[in-house]
């Protein structure tokens, strides 16, 4: 019996499931945005960022549609952030930036939560086009479309919505 009570407290004290074995469907992406890599972002933590984003026109927060958008400063260009999820409920972060004295939004970047609980650089495979001088990608601000523009024109050239595992053409 004694062995016993000694393994539950042994069990209880060292065992817990963190964020990769939690219910990830109570996370928001603020709790992802803190995840992603040290070096994401010039010069600045993720968590720096996070306060940043907290003063009066540096940004937006949207916790309800898992959106995030930043102005940046002198060394960051402006970003978006968004959440999806796989099928399984797994996070999917994808973040677009710019040039830092050029057109916004013209890299894509997808992010997962790896075994380590931290935001780790997922494979592009999953979005059907890849980054290029004359493309724009537009996150949603609600829902699961990410819309790509040509950044001369501006106009809509195609969009793509996530289907849980992959993005698909409209």
Not at 31 to 41: M, N
Not at 118 to 130: D, L, V
Not at 137 to 161: D, E, H, M, W, Y
Request: charged share 20%; aromatic share 12%; net charge neutral.
């Amino acid at each position: 019996m004694r062995h016993a009570a000694l393994l539950v407290l042994v069990f209880c004290c060292f065992w817990s499931p963190g964020l990769y074995g939690a219910d990830q469907k109570h996370l928001s992406i603020v709790d992802y945005f803190v995840l992603l890599p040290p070096d994401t972002f010039e010069g600045a933590s993720p968590s720096s960022w996070l306060t940043f984003l907290k003063q009066p026109g540096s940004g937006s927060i949207d916790t309800a549609n898992g959106y995030m958008s930043c102005t940046g400063d002198g060394a960051q260009p402006e970003f978006e952030v968004a959440l999806f999820r796989f099928t399984d409920g797994r996070p999917l972060l994808a973040m677009s930036t710019g040039e830092l004295e050029g057109r916004d939004s013209m890299f894509l970047v997808f992010y997962e939560l790896g075994k380590d609980n931290r935001m780790q650089p997922a494979s592009r495979k999953i979005f059907p086009i890849p980054d290029s001088d004359n493309r724009q990608f537009i996150l949603p601000k609600q829902g699961r479309t990410i819309t790509v523009k040509n950044a001369k024109t501006g106009k809509t050239v195609s969009q793509f919505q996530w289907n849980g595992a992959t993005f698909e053409k409209k």
